[in-house]
């Protein structure tokens, strides 16, 4: 199975801040990497497929990089509507993986 | 416009096997490229990927849960059903379902249901 890491776990910051969440695999995925934002109580929202693609409807300040095995998600300047919990999820193999989430909170 | 919905029990005891379906619209997986998957989370923890099906009947499971999960669908009924047995406390989660593609390959998921709480209790 291919593993998923994030990091920070937690990350504090200021509405208005530059934010840049991690995700790890443990092997190449090429990019076949997503993100989701989750508040509580709903379900899943995807902002960025294939490592860099925006879905459609996401802020532009939601950005995604990398290739391979390490991979990032920003946010270009905080919103207050931003402070959620962050996953990464592989797609690349013939089984899904996900990271187990960087929740990211007010300072 | 695409819709998911889970229905199902919300209580269920240790042993006893879990059957959740999936009913959505907007979309059908007779249709070439489509797929329904499950996803759980457990109160508080991360997401956990359990099963996937595609519009061609592949099938894809976990493989910490493959020899407790089935995945079917009735694509007369616009139904997903996911089924689990031996049901454990560990098991209580909010269960998802959510839409995905394949193009040539594998997509995320980009639309989900609102998900169902199910507690695996005595």
């Known amino acids: 199975d291919i593993q998923m890491t994030q990091s920070p776990s937690t990350l504090s910051a200021s509405v208005g801040d530059r934010v840049t969440i991690t995700c790890r695999a443990s092997?190449?995925?090429?990019?076949?990497l997503a993100w989701y934002q989750q508040k509580p109580g709903k379900a899943p929202k995807l902002l960025i497929y294939?490592?860099?693609s925006l879905e459609s409807g996401v802020p532009s300040r939601f950005s995604g990089s990398g290739s391979g095995t390490e991979f990032t998600l920003t946010i270009s300047s905080l919103q207050p509507d931003d402070f959620a919990t962050y996953y990464c999820?592989?797609?690349?193999?013939?089984?899904?993986?996900f990271g187990q989430g960087t929740r990211l909170e007010i300072k | 416009q695409i819709t998911l919905k889970e229905s199902g029990p919300t209580l269920v005891k240790p042993t006893q096997t879990l059957t959740l379906t999936c009913t959505f619209s907007?979309?059908?997986?007779?249709?070439?490229?489509?797929?329904v998957g499950w996803i759980r989370q457990p109160p508080g923890k991360a997401l956990e990927w359990l099963a996937l099906?595609?519009?061609?009947?592949?099938?894809r499971y976990s493989p910490s849960l493959k020899s407790r999960l089935t995945i079917t669908k009735d694509t007369s009924k616009n139904q997903v059903v996911l089924t689990m047995t031996n049901m454990d406390p560990v098991d209580t989660a909010t269960y998802y379902c959510?839409?995905?593609?394949?193009?040539?390959?594998?997509?995320?998921?980009?639309?989900w249901g609102q998900g169902t709480l199910v507690t695996v209790s005595s």
């Open positions: 959510a839409h995905t593609r394949y193009s040539g390959y594998d997509c995320p998921f980009d639309y």
């Open positions: 907007g979309f059908s997986l007779s249709t070439s490229g489509v797929g």
């Open positions: 099906i595609y519009w061609d009947d592949d099938k």
């Open positions: 092997q190449s995925i090429s990019s076949w």
């Open positions: 294939k490592a860099s």
């Open positions: 999820q592989q797609y690349n193999s013939y089984l899904i993986t």
